[in-house]
């Protein structure tokens, strides 16, 4: 039989759950997959208010080291409102941590108007199921994904022969 004490530290326990304990249990892949398609979705239809809604109020959107950095919403939003119509941005691959709480996804982006994408990585951070921190990681080129990331046919700058 339990005493009122034990129901007591029985209570306290469960809900002892970190605050990244708590955002993993709440976050999961399909979620996290929903979460980056308000990006796509918002700069492929160009509404910025939609792209926005996945991001935190303080975010911090980041191309390390030193190339882009827009911090909070509305340096945010003046960003979006520069991608031209007849973007297109697609998520080739997405990954998402639910211990860590920390995501990641490979894209294909390419400005209305360009000739050239960027193919790159977004390393993602949450807070309470919104895009706390993006580090994008990228290159530009005029190839598509997969001539961009097949081996075959390149001149590459550096090999083993180069070390």
Request: net charge negative; charged share 20%.
């Amino acid at each position: 039989m339990m005493t009122f004490l034990s129901v007591i530290l029985l209570g306290c326990t469960a809900s002892a759950a970190t605050p990244l304990e708590q955002q993993s249990m709440a976050m999961n892949q399909q979620k996290f997959e929903q979460l980056l398609s308000k990006v796509s979705d918002g700069w492929n239809a160009k509404d910025t208010e939609l792209a926005l809604s996945a991001f935190a109020d303080s975010a911090l959107y980041t191309e390390p080291p030193d190339r882009q950095m827009y911090q909070g919403t509305e340096e945010l939003r003046i960003f979006f409102d520069r991608i031209t119509p007849g973007a297109t941005m697609i998520w080739q691959n997405i990954w998402f941590n639910s211990d860590t709480g920390y995501g990641a996804g490979e894209y294909s982006f390419k400005n209305g108007g360009r000739k050239t994408a960027a193919h790159g990585v977004a390393v993602i951070t949450l807070e309470k199921g919104k895009i706390k921190i993006w580090r994008e990681y990228q290159q530009r080129g005029d190839i598509g994904f997969e001539a961009f990331h097949n081996p075959k046919d390149k001149n590459w700058q550096t090999t083993v022969d180069d070390l």
